[in-house]
């Protein structure tokens, strides 16, 4: 069944990708891909960045970033593949693993199979007015066709997930410390999924594993260390002598007031309500899909309650918390974004309803077991996990240096580098620039002007306080006299701006 799974998805991803709206390689996404792309590639070339982001997605792209350069077009075939053709295969894999070891093999077939078609079958479901910003919107970056980290950290959060239900089965620390560093390095890829953690605790401790329960806390902690580290270098501070010092910790005041605005009950509450009401708006009828997680929950909770907790605090953290948060919207779809690591557990819960039946969960597990896996070489994995998810991030964050130069800056909402290639020249009242035409993606340029003195500003983040006179196609556009200074930013629609230019003065 998993071969023909297999195959379904990638036709489907295949299908979707040659008739959703798209630029080339490039498809609709949030402008927070440039900011990730940046840091990528100001690592690449050995420089800090600034931090407001985690270190884990942009520490994999590296390597693509060092061979394609500064922009994020020429980086987005190679992207784009590896993505779609690793991440949901393994995401596939993780959801059938954990669903036959709920419920048996029939549950994990036809939760994988949910898992594959539920987000295609979705699609005319939605209002009309809605169903636009959900196909080319939202879908994209689930499938793997964006720079976007939200797919990486919903593959890590499975694979730690299903390797803690093996650890509840075998009983092994091992397999739970391999868990912590999967876990882990998904809150290094995106920090908000550190909520996730709860439902391993809870599921470890429930089931009274206090080895496994040790290995997993230690190993999840050493990703937390470099990711507190990477956040004070970016912020300005230098690499601490010792890893307890002051200097590397947030003033308590506020880092309290951080904690009580996350906590905010009322307002989150009401920002919760009122996505929820909009849904409804533009899909109908949400009662019934808001009954069903409770459903499942009970009965995995049947066959196991550590497991039943570990699935249902995965989606409750992320729906009441992420799903909560001011800045998830359901108009621009960032509210589907900001739960998609919790879709898998969604249809985990949704998948063992049947659990609930009488005798009917004892039945499938008997009848179609788990299929009987030969035990791994955890410790060489968890060792190899430990080099490539905590001690090379760790070396490289603490030796990477600061620089002072603008190599990168704010413009529009997006953060991009400022490519030295990409030289602008002005003679006569014309401003000229180097063709920056790719092949992955249609572009075009957009042309900025400040007074004369003006240039980018960095405190500490580099922000382009410049403003937009135009547009054009082509690589030459006439300017108007005056004394000003100039910049031109590479465009690639629906994404915005990419590259920027030198500065130029006519």
């Given amino acids: 069944m998993l071969g023909p799974l297999l ?10 990708a040659l008739h959703a709206q798209h630029n080339g390689w490039l498809f609709q996404q949030p402008q927070d891909a440039t900011r990730y792309y940046t840091t990528s590639w100001l690592l690449s070339g050995w420089h800090m ?7 884990g997605w942009p520490y994999l792209v590296a390597p693509i970033s060092l061979l394609a350069g500064p922009n994020l077009l020429a980086a987005l075939p190679v992207l784009v593949i590896v993505q779609a053709l690793v991440l949901p295969p393994v995401a596939l894999l993780c959801v059938y693993g954990i669903a036959s070891r709920i419920g048996g093999r029939l549950v994990g077939y036809w939760t994988g199979a949910a898992f594959v078609l539920v987000p295609y079958a979705l699609i ?35 694979l730690g997930a299903y390797l803690v239900i093996r650890a509840l089965d075998e009983r092994t620390w091992s397999v739970a410390a391999l ?11 995106k920090p908000s999924a550190g909520i996730f953690l709860a439902g391993p605790f809870a599921a470890l401790a429930l089931a009274r594993l206090w080895r496994p329960l040790a290995g997993f806390a230690l190993a999840v902690l050493p990703t937390l260390i470099v990711l507190g580290i990477w956040k ?42 009122h996505n929820l009401d909009l849904l409804r708006e533009y899909f109908g009828s949400i009662r019934f899909l808001e009954w069903l ?22 989606f409750a953290a992320f729906f009441f918390i992420k799903g909560a948060a001011p800045d998830a919207q359901v108009p621009d779809a960032s509210f589907l974004r900001a739960l998609e690591p919790a879709f898998p557990a969604y249809l985990l819960l949704v998948g063992a309803i049947p659990l609930l039946v009488p005798t009917l969960g004892t039945r499938l597990v ?51 580098p400022v490519d030295e290639g990409f030289r602008l020249t002005a003679a006569q009242s014309r401003l000229q620039w180097p063709s920056r035409a790719a092949s992955s993606a249609a572009v075009g340029y957009a042309i900025y002007r400040a007074p004369m003195g003006t240039d980018v500003y960095c405190a500490p983040e580099c922000t382009l306080p410049f403003t937009q006179i135009g547009a054009t196609g082509e690589a ?31």
């Fill in 124 to 158: 005319p479901l939605w209002d009309h007015r809605y169903r636009q910003i959900y196909e080319s919107g939202f879908l994209p970056g689930p499938l793997g066709l964006t720079a976007l980290p939200e797919l990486p950290t919903t593959v890590l959060l499975l």
């Fill in 366 to 416: 008997e009848r179609f077991p788990a299929a009987a896996l030969r035990s791994l070489p955890w410790r060489p994995l968890l060792a190899t996990g430990g080099v490539v998810a905590v001690l090379l991030p760790l070396i490289l964050v603490l030796a990477v240096p600061r620089t002072n130069a603008p190599l990168a800056a704010g413009l529009q909402s997006s953060y991009v």
């Fill in 7 to 16: 195959v379904v998805q990638g036709l489907a991803l295949l299908f979707f």
């Fill in 232 to 273: 004070h270098r970016g912020a300005g501070g230098t690499p601490p002598i010792a890893l307890g010092a002051s200097a590397s910790l947030p003033p308590t005041a506020s880092f309290f007031d951080s904690i009580t605005r996350y906590v905010d009950l009322d307002v989150r509450w009401s920002q919760l309500g």
């Fill in 179 to 189: 868990a912590g560093i999967a876990a882990g390095f998904a809150v290094a890829v």
């Fill in 49 to 55: 960045p600034t931090t407001p982001i985690g270190y």
């Fill in 293 to 314: 997680p409770i459903a499942g929950a009970i009965g995995i909770a049947r066959r196991s309650v550590p497991k039943a907790a570990l699935v249902a605090l995965w």
């Fill in 476 to 506: 030459t556009f006439a300017v108007p006299p005056g004394k000003f200074v100039y910049r031109v930013a590479l465009l690639a629609s629906p994404l915005g701006p990419l590259l920027l230019s030198t500065p130029a003065t006519p």
